[in-house]
């Protein structure tokens, strides 16, 4: 891939993220999804083509512009070798060679690969080719050293007038790596060692200077002279995660042990790994702050939880290798294919390691997080740090198939299980003994434990449906306890409806800008041939996740006070019903108090209120059942019309009466008798008397 179209690529993926964060922050950005009228899309045109356009663009750059890179290159070869016999490989290189001619790892790797089976033939052929390039430009540096490599590879004669490199310009890897075949074969290891380390500077020369290295350290030093060269920065960035952390364990370089994990987390992506994984932390982030209406005062102490959260994960490495030690001594057998280390090792290692920013932070600042969703908030804020820092691994890694599922999708899950175990601790705190305490924490961090491991150890074991009945449960929890913890927060904003049904839009349309973005990211890592392969791959489970997200976090209705039971038929239908079986959108207002005021420019009542009004009961007024019956704590004299009493219900639909300085239609009863005797109502009966407002007495 050449610098230049990486860079414009990134450049691009770039503006086009801002695009879709300028239409978002737009005054006007949530009017454009309201076109139910010509009007309405006359009038947002402007933001309906924008949108159009940045939604077109990642498929419109992937498939028409793209460079199939080298990455391409070699997953489309593991994918031939898992595919096809030996003999059919033997045509994918030679029809390598014609898609990637100006690409030397390709070149290198059709000469590694025909050397070591011995078929000289095709080498010949190559080599012939050089020589010929060679003689129409004999200043051509890049066919000299892919000849000297040639030659140092497999001693052949077509390759042999580039046995002696020389070349001016010592910076290429390619060079580098061609002097360091060279040397190995002199027998000059130190110097040979020398080009190679600076050949592995090169991320994509490493697959072939590293191997070589490793041979040659094993044939020609000691153990300890190759323990030295784990502590080199250049072999460090090399070497394999397992091999130097063995290392480090057994000299005990702590320091080391931490730097590999910490490189392994934040710094095996490159920037384009970065730019997708942000995103879809961001989305998931204004997801939570909006649907848990979080005050923005916490924002710095939530930032600060997020980054902690991002950075302990390296825990998880010290916990399983001392499970590791253990598993020795007591000569348990244990891998990811077993569910026992699926649920010890990943759920309960990575639920505790998620577990201690967040609780930490909670025995700081005990006083700032004191209201139910607060113990959503500190779990779900610290899972989404530890999947920033998982998922940087994930998006660098050549299985691009999954990238969707385990950098936004996963997510999920991690959230699941960590509020979990926050809303058991909350529910924990509001028990009276010490056992009750004890008992709803433990038991919470093993429902969670259970249900993260279980989700891995079916994945590992490709059973795919068991895996999204997992994550439907886990899900399903998870909205069940944000909407039982919003319901005890004593949130009364008049405008939450409308702020959840915004955050449910907000994931909708986030979800799939993060599938856009992780698509391009591909194409321009992977070309179109990947990119296409990973839409392939995610669309039906990415669909299925994001319709089954959306639809049930829309069902979250904040009910003041009321606690809903889990039942296992909601997560496949009907959602959250009420022990005698009545649906959990009637709240029962009977006996609650409200005040009512007026502007005083309400002729009607403005002068006489604010007063006290306690309801009585529910009526229902033209088959709306949503009327209450309230009587005032002092008269109010409209007209000839029953001063102690009236009848009230929200102007908005999207509003209701327990939530703050919501406007309400009020109206007076002008006969009381005649009221008390009817059994049906028409709003006719009674008499409206302007703008009201409702506050609800606490």
Same mark, same amino acid.
């Given at each position: 891939?050449?610098?230049?179209?990486?860079?414009?690529?990134?450049?691009?993926?770039?503006?086009?993220?801002?695009?879709?964060?300028?239409?978002?922050?737009?005054?006007?950005?949530?009017?454009?999804?309201?076109?139910?009228?010509?009007?309405?899309?006359?009038?947002?045109?402007?933001?309906?083509? @924008?949108?159009?356009?940045?939604?077109?663009?990642?498929?419109?750059?992937?498939?028409?512009?793209?460079?199939?890179?080298?990455?391409?290159?070699?997953?489309?070869?593991? #994918?031939?070798?898992?595919?096809?016999?030996?003999?059919?490989?033997?045509?994918?290189?030679?029809?390598?060679?014609?898609?990637?001619?100006?690409?030397?790892?390709?070149?290198?790797?059709? +000469?590694?690969?025909?050397?070591?089976?011995?078929?000289?033939?095709?080498?010949?052929?190559?080599?012939?080719?050089?020589?010929?390039? $060679?003689?129409?430009?004999?200043?051509?540096?890049?066919?000299?050293?892919?000849?000297?490599?040639?030659?140092?590879?497999?001693?052949?004669?077509?390759?042999?007038?580039?046995?002696?490199?020389?070349?001016?310009?010592?910076?290429?890897?390619?060079?580098?790596?061609?002097?360091?075949?060279?040397?190995?074969?002199?027998?000059?290891?130190?110097?040979?060692?020398?080009?190679?380390?600076?050949?592995?500077?090169?991320?994509?020369?490493?697959?072939?200077?590293?191997?070589? &290295?490793?041979?040659?350290?094993?044939?020609?030093?000691?153990?300890?002279?190759?323990?030295?060269?784990?502590?080199?920065?250049?072999?460090?960035?090399?070497? @394999?995660?397992?091999?130097?952390?063995?290392?480090?364990?057994?000299?005990?370089?702590?320091?080391?042990?931490?730097?590999?994990?910490?490189?392994?987390?934040?710094?095996?992506?490159?920037?384009?790994?970065?730019?997708?994984?942000?995103?879809?932390?961001?989305?998931?982030?204004?997801?939570?702050?909006?649907?848990?209406?979080?005050?923005?005062?916490? &924002?710095?102490?939530?930032?600060?939880?997020? %980054?902690?959260?991002?950075?302990?994960?390296?825990?998880?490495?010290?916990?399983?290798?001392?499970?590791?030690?253990?598993?020795?001594?007591?000569? +348990?057998?244990?891998?990811?294919?077993?569910?026992?280390?699926?649920?010890?090792?990943?759920?309960?290692?990575? #639920?505790? %390691?998620?577990?201690?920013?967040?609780?930490?932070?909670?025995?700081?600042?005990?006083?700032?997080?004191?209201?139910?969703?607060?113990?959503?908030?500190?779990?779900?804020?610290?899972?989404?740090?530890?999947?920033?820092?998982?998922? $940087?691994?994930?998006?660098?890694?050549?299985?691009?198939?999954?990238?969707?599922?385990?950098?936004?999708?996963?997510?999920?899950?991690?959230?699941?299980?960590?509020?979990?175990?926050?809303?058991? $601790?909350?529910?924990?705190?509001?028990?009276?003994?010490?056992?009750?305490?004890?008992?709803?924490?433990?038991?919470?961090?093993?429902?969670?434990?259970?249900?993260?491991?279980?989700?891995?150890?079916?994945?590992?074991?490709?059973?795919?449906?068991?895996?999204?009945?997992?994550?439907?449960?886990?899900?399903?929890?998870?909205?069940?306890?944000?909407?039982?913890?919003?319901?005890?927060?004593?949130?009364?904003?008049?405008?939450?409806?409308?702020?959840?049904?915004?955050?449910?839009?907000?994931?909708? %349309?986030?979800?799939?800008?993060?599938?856009?973005?992780?698509?391009?990211?591909?194409?321009? #890592?992977?070309? @179109?041939?990947?990119?296409?392969?990973?839409?392939?791959?995610?669309?039906?489970?990415?669909?299925?996740?994001?319709?089954?997200?959306?639809?049930?976090?829309?069902?979250?209705?904040?009910?003041?006070?009321?606690?809903?039971?889990?039942?296992?038929?909601?997560?496949?239908?009907?959602?959250?019903?009420?022990?005698?079986?009545?649906?959990?959108?009637?709240?029962?207002?009977?006996?609650?108090?409200?005040?009512?005021?007026?502007?005083?420019?309400?002729?009607?009542?403005?002068?006489?209120?604010?007063?006290?009004?306690?309801?009585?009961?529910?009526?229902?007024?033209?088959?709306?059942?949503?009327?209450?019956?309230?009587?005032?704590?002092?008269?109010?004299?409209?007209?000839?019309?029953?001063?102690?009493?009236?009848?009230?219900?929200?102007?908005?639909?999207?509003?209701?009466?327990?939530?703050?300085?919501?406007?309400?239609?009020?109206?007076?009863?002008?006969?009381?008798?005649?009221?008390?005797?009817?059994?049906?109502?028409? @709003?006719?009966?009674?008499?409206?008397?302007?703008?009201?407002?409702?506050?609800?007495?606490?």
């Amino acid at each position: 891939m050449s610098s230049f179209y990486y860079n414009i690529s990134i450049t691009l993926l770039v503006l086009w993220i801002g695009g879709w964060l300028y239409l978002y922050f737009r005054k006007d950005a949530k009017k454009y999804f309201k076109l139910n009228t010509k009007e309405a899309i006359v009038k947002n045109k402007f933001s309906i083509i @924008s949108a159009v356009l940045l939604f077109s663009f990642p498929f419109v750059w992937i498939n028409f512009v793209s460079d199939e890179g080298v990455r391409n290159y070699k997953k489309i070869k593991s #994918e031939f070798v898992e595919s096809y016999s030996e003999g059919r490989i033997l045509g994918f290189y030679d029809y390598a060679l014609q898609a990637y001619p100006n690409n030397e790892y390709v070149h290198i790797d059709y +000469i590694q690969y025909y050397n070591k089976w011995r078929l000289v033939s095709g080498l010949g052929r190559l080599g012939v080719e050089y020589q010929e390039q $060679l003689r129409l430009n004999p200043e051509s540096d890049w066919y000299k050293e892919l000849q000297s490599i040639g030659y140092s590879i497999t001693g052949l004669e077509e390759f042999k007038d580039g046995e002696f490199l020389e070349v001016n310009d010592t910076t290429t890897s390619l060079y580098q790596y061609a002097k360091g075949l060279e040397e190995d074969r002199l027998g000059n290891y130190y110097t040979a060692e020398f080009h190679y380390l600076e050949a592995l500077k090169d991320s994509e020369m490493r697959d072939f200077a590293y191997p070589r &290295l490793e041979y040659m350290w094993y044939h020609n030093f000691t153990y300890e002279e190759t323990k030295d060269r784990a502590y080199s920065w250049n072999v460090f960035k090399a070497m @394999s995660f397992g091999q130097k952390k063995a290392i480090y364990i057994d000299d005990g370089a702590w320091g080391w042990y931490i730097l590999n994990a910490l490189d392994r987390d934040f710094l095996s992506a490159d920037l384009l790994g970065y730019i997708a994984v942000i995103l879809s932390v961001l989305v998931w982030g204004l997801f939570i702050f909006k649907m848990l209406f979080i005050h923005k005062d916490k &924002l710095y102490l939530i930032f600060s939880l997020f %980054v902690l959260g991002s950075l302990l994960p390296i825990l998880v490495y010290a916990f399983s290798d001392l499970l590791r030690f253990l598993y020795l001594d007591l000569g +348990i057998k244990w891998d990811k294919y077993d569910f026992w280390y699926d649920f010890i090792n990943i759920g309960m290692v990575e #639920e505790l %390691v998620k577990f201690l920013p967040w609780f930490g932070i909670y025995l700081i600042y005990r006083k700032r997080f004191t209201k139910p969703v607060h113990f959503m908030l500190m779990p779900i804020v610290s899972a989404i740090g530890f999947a920033f820092s998982e998922n $940087l691994i994930y998006v660098n890694s050549e299985d691009y198939e999954i990238i969707f599922t385990r950098s936004s999708i996963c997510i999920a899950i991690h959230m699941s299980c960590s509020a979990i175990i926050g809303y058991s $601790l909350y529910r924990g705190l509001n028990q009276k003994s010490r056992l009750g305490k004890s008992l709803y924490v433990l038991g919470g961090f093993l429902l969670a434990s259970l249900i993260h491991g279980l989700y891995d150890y079916f994945i590992f074991t490709h059973k795919s449906m068991l895996t999204i009945l997992v994550f439907l449960i886990g899900l399903h929890l998870f909205i069940l306890f944000v909407n039982n913890a919003l319901n005890f927060s004593n949130i009364r904003d008049n405008k939450a409806t409308r702020k959840l049904r915004d955050a449910g839009l907000l994931l909708t %349309v986030g979800l799939v800008l993060v599938f856009c973005c992780q698509y391009m990211v591909i194409g321009i #890592e992977f070309g @179109s041939h990947g990119a296409n392969n990973m839409l392939k791959a995610n669309l039906l489970f990415a669909g299925i996740a994001l319709v089954y997200l959306v639809s049930m976090f829309r069902k979250i209705r904040i009910r003041p006070n009321v606690l809903y039971q889990f039942s296992v038929k909601d997560v496949f239908g009907q959602f959250f019903t009420l022990k005698d079986g009545t649906s959990y959108d009637v709240i029962t207002h009977d006996g609650m108090q409200f005040k009512l005021f007026a502007p005083k420019t309400n002729l009607f009542v403005g002068s006489q209120m604010p007063v006290i009004a306690t309801v009585e009961k529910h009526i229902e007024i033209q088959n709306d059942a949503n009327w209450v019956l309230v009587q005032f704590d002092k008269p109010i004299t409209v007209g000839s019309c029953y001063p102690h009493k009236a009848v009230m219900k929200c102007k908005n639909t999207d509003q209701e009466l327990y939530m703050d300085k919501v406007e309400v239609i009020l109206l007076f009863i002008p006969d009381i008798d005649a009221f008390e005797y009817r059994t049906e109502h028409h @709003s006719g009966d009674f008499k409206y008397v302007g703008r009201v407002y409702s506050r609800p007495v606490v």
